[in-house]
């Protein structure tokens, strides 16, 4: 089952309330719903499931619920329901109705394994408290209305129409992380982009070496077959820096932000900077490691 949080991030849940939700009374939202009311469980079940798949979060929420409402169905699959329904409210993005969801599992079908599920998650929401991660969570939920269209323009190639949403959801990104640098979460989130920006950063740096003993190969037996510069030297001459140079900037990039509070253009620069000369630095010790000086001066 997918969790709320998009880019692969975990669910965020609440802590309980005391306040019981009903299913009675529930206003069944399309004629497709009324459809669903009479099946068995298990395929209620199914149901809420493929609605879920459709993004239609708070209908496959009410179907959830009422097959955890249904006294004819096993206890385990009527909390583990329940327990659904909050994660669809939570994808709904109505996290008060989720906070109290997630306690109701607890009280209606202790013992359980929705009800531990639903424990150890309000028990993560509890660690900046319920106000801050709810807040936090809005905060987030900002900066993926400006980051989806802007990654979909991107995918399309359209990069000009992009670039707008990428740099305001950049900003707001960085407020959020600035304004709750304390939470848990906010450091999660911090370093999973951090890891999927250095993914991207290494697999076009492979692309890059991949590129380079290509070019080795063709230099060695089209140009000069006594050409001293192996595949392995190229690739390294490429992997090596540019791996390094990303390291560097990165790691002072975020460094620079939150821990002396520079300006971004300031913290990028230097950044910047400091990655070039670790790069061209890590270069000059490949070229050395494979004596390829005398075969570059004698090419320059």
């Known amino acids: 089952m ?28 399309n004629p497709d719903m009324a459809a669903v009311v009479g099946t068995s469980p298990s395929e209620r079940y199914d149901e809420a499931r493929r609605l879920m798949q459709g993004g239609r979060y708070s209908d496959a929420a009410r179907v959830y619920r009422s097959v955890a409402d249904s006294t004819d169905a096993p206890t385990a699959l009527r909390a583990q329901a329940l327990f659904a329904s909050g994660l669809m409210e939570e994808n709904a993005r109505d996290y008060e109705r989720a906070l109290q969801v997630y306690g109701e599992v607890e009280r209606r079908f202790p013992d359980t394994e929705g009800a531990r599920r639903s424990h150890n998650e309000l028990i993560e929401f509890e660690e900046g408290g319920v106000a801050r991660t709810i807040e936090f969570r809005r905060r987030w939920d900002a900066v993926w209305d400006e ?5 979909t323009l991107a995918d399309q190639n359209d990069l000009r129409s992009a670039r707008p949403g990428f740099e305001h959801a950049a900003v707001l990104l960085e407020a959020m992380l600035r304004d709750f640098s304390d939470l848990p979460r906010a450091k999660e989130v911090a370093i999973t982009l951090g890891l999927r920006l250095a993914s991207r950063l290494a697999l076009a740096t492979a692309l890059l070496g991949l590129l380079a003993v290509v070019g080795a190969l063709f230099l060695k037996y089209f140009t000069d077959q ?3 510069l192996e595949s392995e030297s190229a690739a390294l001459l490429v992997l090596l820096p540019g791996i390094a140079g990303q390291l560097v900037s990165l790691g002072f990039s975020g460094g620079l932000r939150t821990q002396l509070h520079w300006e971004d253009r300031r913290a990028t620069g230097a950044a910047a900077v400091l990655g070039a000369l670790a790069a061209l630095a890590t270069a000059i010790c490949v070229v050395n490691a494979f004596n390829l000086f005398p075969f570059l001066d004698s090419n320059l």
């Open 2 to 29: 997918r969790r709320p949080i998009r880019f692969g991030f975990p669910a965020l849940l609440i802590v309980a309330v005391g306040l019981e939700i009903s299913a009675a009374g529930t206003p069944v939202s």
């Open 226 to 228: 006594n050409s001293p």
């Open 147 to 151: 980051l989806s269209p802007a990654q």
